[in-house]
């Protein structure tokens, strides 16, 4: 069973900063996408940012220019660099991970670590 574990979720004043660790179980390379998605109360799960097994990457537009994901292939684990936090960047975010496999998707997520961007 593929095991996802976030850290580095705090609080943090507006203009701030943070950068989020998704640490997994398995070989980053068995997975076709890997990303971070976020929930804030009373709202629906969104993607914040994917990057694919090829690197390529995908930020939401709100946060574009402020947020980048990375990854570490030798650690197992993927990043989220969040630069010049919004107080509406506040929410619970989860790590993702998609294995495609002969047509099937399994998608696999992690615990959540809760993001609070407040003075």
């Known amino acids: 069973q593929v095991q996802l574990a976030e850290s580095g979720g705090a609080l943090v004043q507006p203009g701030g900063s943070l950068r989020l660790s998704c640490a997994a179980s398995d070989s980053l390379s068995s997975f076709s996408v890997m990303g971070w998605y976020r929930q804030a109360p009373g709202k629906q799960r969104e993607s914040v940012a994917t990057?694919?097994?090829?690197?390529?990457?995908n930020y939401a537009d709100s946060v574009k220019g402020r947020f980048t994901i990375s990854r570490d292939n030798a650690e197992k684990t993927v990043y989220l660099q969040m630069n010049n936090l919004k107080p509406e960047d506040t929410a619970v975010y989860f790590c993702?991970?998609?294995?495609?496999?002969?047509?099937?998707?399994?998608?696999?997520w992690g615990q959540g670590t809760q993001v609070t961007v407040s003075s």
């Open positions: 993702n991970a998609d294995r495609l496999l002969f047509g099937d998707l399994r998608r696999y």
């Open positions: 990057m694919s097994t090829w690197g390529i990457t």
